[in-house]
């Protein structure tokens, strides 16, 4: 696998979203009021969806780019059933 532009803040935003997590767990486990818990789990998503976006236009901007111009139909058609399980 290449190394792209933006893996370091990809990283970055894992970690967060794996801290955000721990924590919701840990609030889980302390029997937090259900919609504090609904909340955090909204922010985690939305969290993992603006991740997802990052890797996606990453993926457009290299792979995607090289495949096109080599002409490389099983790429594009991984990608078509990236995005199609992702939304």
Do not use: F
């Not at 794996?18 to 955090?40: F, P, Y």
């Not at 990052?54 to 792979?63: E, P």
């Not at 111009?69 to 991984?78: F, G, H, P, R, S």
């Amino acid at each position: 696998m290449e190394k792209h532009e933006h893996t370091k803040a990809v990283l970055n935003r894992m970690s967060r979203a794996i801290g955000h997590l721990n924590a919701v767990k840990k609030m889980v486990e302390e029997g937090r009021d259900c919609s504090e818990v609904l909340m955090q789990l909204s922010a985690i998503r939305s969290e993992i969806t603006n991740v997802s976006k990052v890797i996606l236009k990453d993926h457009l901007d290299h792979c995607i780019v090289d495949a096109v111009k080599e002409n490389d139909e099983k790429v594009i058609a991984q990608l078509k059933c990236a995005i199609d399980r992702l939304i």
